[in-house]
Every structure is written in structure tokens, then in C-alpha cells.
């Protein structure tokens, strides 16, 4: 018992000369959804291609595919050519996360992947094919997992 009691002291000692507060331990909270993108920012941004990934998933997945034990990837890429032609590739990825830390597995469930171009394509028109192809990618993937 003494030791503990010294023990506590040293503690507390050392916690006030560095200036750091001693509290219990509280756990972190995780988010539970976690969609993952890698696309080209020419042609969409991170924001707007997870919020058509959270727009696209119907509740009926996430019934059978839990958000804290899955996950969805979405990858745009291309971009204009120097001939002016639009070449976009989409795809959406549905991965598993791991049951201690959720870290994201390279295990794909389910795939597409969806690919277009456009001759004599403006920017603003690549970047509405590029939209227009995750659109599909998200649609393949979900058509696949569950019927709507």
C-alpha cells in the first residue's frame, strides 16, 4: 500500500512539473461512414466525389454492408488530351475494414469501373463526364450489392 502511494505521488509530481493534467483516459469516438476518394482534383474534388458516393448508397446497403465494417472507394482519373479529346475512367470500390483499429483492407468486394471520351471537350464538359462516370461506377456497384 505504501508503494502505491508513492507511486501516485511520483505521478502527480512529474504530471505538474510538465505541465500536462492527469484525467482518465476517455476513447476516441470514430466516425462510423468512412468514404475514401482518390481522383484526379482536375476533374472533381475529394468533397464532391464523397458526397455523391453518400448521395448513391441506398440505406439497403449500409443494412447489409454496416458502415463500421465497410468501406467505398471512388477514383476518378484522365483529364483533356492536347487534341482536345475528354478521357475519363471512374470506378467505385467496396472494401473491408479490419475489426480492431477499422483500418481499410485492399480486399475489393465489389468493382466497377466505368470509362468514356469526348471529342473537342472543354474543361467544364470533361469535368461533367467525369461526374457522369462515377455517377455510373456508383450505380454498377450498388445494383450489384442489393436490388433497388
Excluded: N
Excluded at 465494417?69 to 479529346?85: D, M, N, P, Y
Aim: glycine letters at 6%.
Amino acid at each position: 500500500m505504501k508503494h502505491l502511494r508513492a507511486a501516485a505521488a511520483i505521478a502527480a509530481t512529474l504530471a505538474a512539473l510538465s505541465g500536462v493534467a492527469v484525467t482518465s483516459a476517455q476513447p476516441v469516438r470514430e466516425p462510423k461512414s468512412l468514404l475514401l476518394d482518390l481522383s484526379a482534383d482536375a476533374l472533381i474534388d475529394g468533397d464532391t466525389a464523397r458526397a455523391m458516393l453518400k448521395e448513391g448508397i441506398p440505406a439497403k446497403v449500409w443494412a447489409v454492408y454496416p458502415e463500421g465494417k465497410w468501406t467505398f472507394l471512388s477514383q476518378v482519373e484522365g483529364g483533356l488530351t492536347r487534341e482536345g479529346i475528354c478521357v475519363v475512367t471512374a470506378r467505385v470500390v467496396l472494401l473491408p475494414r479490419t475489426g480492431t483499429v477499422r483500418a481499410v483492407l485492399w480486399r475489393p468486394e465489389k468493382a466497377a469501373t466505368t470509362f468514356d471520351a469526348r471529342p473537342s471537350a472543354t474543361a467544364e464538359q470533361c469535368k461533367e463526364l467525369a461526374r457522369d462516370k462515377l455517377r455510373q461506377a456508383i450505380g454498377a456497384v450498388v445494383s450489384s450489392l442489393v436490388k433497388t
